[in-house]
């Protein structure tokens, strides 16, 4: 698929005074995209659209360039210590996605030009834990690598992490435009990580993405330019036919990788789960999902802030949990498993 083009992009006046701010303006001018002012990327108003389903599909195709002022990172778990803030937004229209739920009224697309700032306060949280090895995941709140074409922000988190003893960063994508990454001087330190799936969810709940066949393209180019790899299953979902869906899924991720050398791979595993607000969202955003919010078939887990979430009932997540990772071990023997939630 072509690369992200936004149709409207707005800046924060402060934004043009750092280099990456100026050098987006005249990209943006060259293009001829219609370009506005904003006070503030968190109050970004007058996006086009009668209703609010078209709000919502022009905002995803809205990029905002601002200034990240609150620089305390958020902790990430399972895979990080913390979230490092390079975007917020995805042109990406997963129908499961949590960003519609995070992001409530702002699914526009923000980048940050204030990255030294960013950067040295990710040097701070690496100084605090060091010797132990600290690690960021840098797509907590975006997909970070199908923006990177124009700021390469990523690029440059990546060149600074390397540079680093104790950093390490991470990141998860769906996209291909990789080929700015490639010769970045990641030292090893940067985990690649690829998000993939079922050819039933692909098809069903992942519109606005690349296909299966160009995420394995772009993931043999970074394990050829001696990135660590790896991949997260998510979500897993129990649709007709679930158990051959992913068999094929790794029968094809086995083919795809013949002959690459990948020393080692990691993979991580997350079921799909909802909470009630997100149902809403979701049905109102892409009404003709095909996705099951059915509550009555889920158990329901608590969760922080009393919004709970409802996941795959035990024997579900049990042989959800067990085939894939039965998979695994049959077509990746030498794959570390990180986790399944
Ligand atoms: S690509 Fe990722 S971040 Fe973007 S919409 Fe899909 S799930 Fe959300």
Redo the contacts with the bound molecule.
């Keep these: 698929m072509k690369p992200f083009i936004p149709q409207l992009v707005y800046f924060e006046p402060e934004a043009l005074n750092y280099p990456l701010g100026q050098e987006l303006k005249q990209k943006f001018e060259k293009m001829n995209i219609e370009i506005r002012e904003t006070t503030s990327h968190n109050q970004v108003r007058g996006i086009p659209g009668e209703t609010e389903l078209q709000r919502y599909r022009n905002a995803k195709s809205t990029l905002v360039v601002g200034i990240r002022r609150t620089l305390k990172f958020d902790t990430s778990k399972p895979s990080a210590e913390y979230a490092i803030p390079l975007a917020t937004g995805?042109m990406?229209?997963?129908h499961y996605?949590y960003?519609q739920t995070t992001l409530g009224s702002k699914p526009y697309i923000r980048v940050y030009v204030n990255l030294d700032e960013i950067f040295s306060q990710a040097k701070k949280y690496i100084d605090e834990r060091a010797p132990e090895i600290t690690r960021f995941e840098a797509a907590c709140t975006?997909?970070i690598v199908g923006i990177d074409h124009l700021t390469h922000s990523l690029k440059k988190a990546i060149e600074f992490i390397g540079a680093t003893e104790y950093g390490r960063l991470r990141f998860v994508t769906?996209y291909e435009h990789v080929d700015h990454l490639l010769d970045a001087k990641h030292n090893g330190k940067t985990r690649f990580r690829f998000s993939v799936n079922s050819r039933y969810v692909i098809k069903h709940f992942?519109p606005g993405?690349s296909s299966f066949e160009a995420r394995l393209e772009a993931a043999r180019k970074v394990a050829h330019a001696g990135y660590p790899l790896g991949f997260i299953v998510a979500p897993i979902y129990m649709h007709d036919g679930w158990e051959e869906g992913y068999l094929e899924l790794f029968e094809r991720l086995s083919e795809q990788l013949a002959g690459v050398n990948t020393p080692d791979l990691t993979f991580e595993l997350i079921q799909h789960r909802f909470t009630k607000p997100a149902k809403a969202v979701i049905q109102k955003r892409y009404p003709k999902t095909k996705l099951d919010l059915d509550e009555s078939k889920r158990k329901y887990k608590w969760g922080r802030y009393g919004i709970g979430k409802y996941v795959y009932q035990d024997d579900d997540a049990k042989r959800l949990e067990e085939t894939l990772k039965h998979y695994i071990a049959q077509f990746f023997p030498e794959a570390e498993i990180q986790y399944f939630t």
């Design positions: 995805c990406g229209h997963c996605c960003l975006s997909d769906k992942e993405t």
